[in-house]
């Protein structure tokens, strides 16, 4: 069984930036593809950015809304998946929440074994 943790988040002002950071506790962490989720309220969760296990080629996968400003990244050796964000917008505000799966399907929800219990971000304009 893996643990997650989510850290980082807070009130921001638009055009600023911050870092997510995810701690799992459980072992075999570098196996996992680790997905950032967020959801707003009444609206859907959906897959911000991803990366693959160690076996898989640490990929990475973006949602095209933060493409070009988002970058997800592991160190293994700690057990953290980190999501930077920049340039941020209000319609970032959400709950974010990270993921892990062991399998490489990470464009599924069905893909992820365990959860997070999120960090709220709130961006104002």
């Known amino acids: 069984q893996v643990q997650l943790e989510e850290s980082g988040g807070g009130l921001l002002q638009a055009g600023g930036s911050l870092r997510l950071s995810c701690a799992a506790s459980?072992?075999?962490?570098?196996?996992?593809?680790i997905g950032w989720f967020r959801q707003a309220p009444g609206k859907e969760r959906e897959l911000v950015a991803a990366?693959?296990?160690?076996?898989?080629?640490?990929?990475?996968y973006y949602t095209d809304s933060v493409k070009e400003r988002a970058t997800v990244s592991r160190d293994n050796a700690k057990n953290m998946v980190y999501l930077q964000m920049n340039s941020l917008k209000p319609e970032d505000t959400a709950v974010y929440y990270c993921?892990?799966?062991?399998?490489?399907?990470?464009?599924?929800?069905?893909?992820?074994?365990?959860w997070g219990q999120g960090t709220q971000v709130t961006v104002s304009s």
């Open positions: 990366i693959t296990g160690s076996g898989s080629g640490e990929r990475t």
């Open positions: 459980g072992p075999s962490f570098s196996i996992y593809t």
């Open positions: 993921a892990a799966g062991d399998t490489t399907i990470y464009w599924k929800f069905s893909g992820y074994r365990y």
